[in-house]
């Protein structure tokens, strides 16, 4: 939690909205879509004296990044699914939830997601049951 406060405190400073600001902490990596925050960042955590770890904090000029194994071009993830869960998608339709959840998390809309996933039902032996699941109409 302090990183997250840490983070907001950064955005804040630099002037930009706190509630609109993207980037992303797992542990103790953390990544920014803005250098004036990056470098703030990295400013207030000295200053607290806690120890940065230069291999954990990245910048690229091109806007391109990997983080948990996860690639983000110009803040946007492109990273692809799971051929494990697309696989079991079609064995298993209780996973079908999992799927939607992981496309919500990487930030996709109901609005891409729901066509899809209903054109995906269309073709799919069990799509009632995985509807009636996902609670979306047929």
Do not use: W
């Amino acid at each position: 939690m302090t990183h997250h406060a840490v983070k907001r405190y950064c955005v804040h400073k630099v002037n930009l909205n706190v509630r609109k600001y993207k980037y992303l902490i797992l542990g103790d990596d953390t990544i920014d879509t803005n250098e004036l925050v990056y470098n703030k960042y990295c400013e207030v955590i000295r200053r607290l004296g806690v120890s940065l770890s230069l291999a954990k904090c990245t910048q690229s000029k091109q806007g391109k990044t990997e983080f948990a194994k996860r690639y983000f071009i110009n803040g946007v993830e492109v990273t692809g699914l799971p051929v494990n869960l697309l696989k079991d998608v079609r064995n298993k339709p209780e996973q079908a939830l999992e799927l939607v959840r992981v496309l919500r998390e990487r930030g996709y809309e109901d609005k891409v997601l729901v066509p899809s996933v209903s054109l995906f039902l269309k073709s799919h032996k069990k799509g009632k049951q995985i509807a009636d699941m996902l609670s979306l109409p047929q």
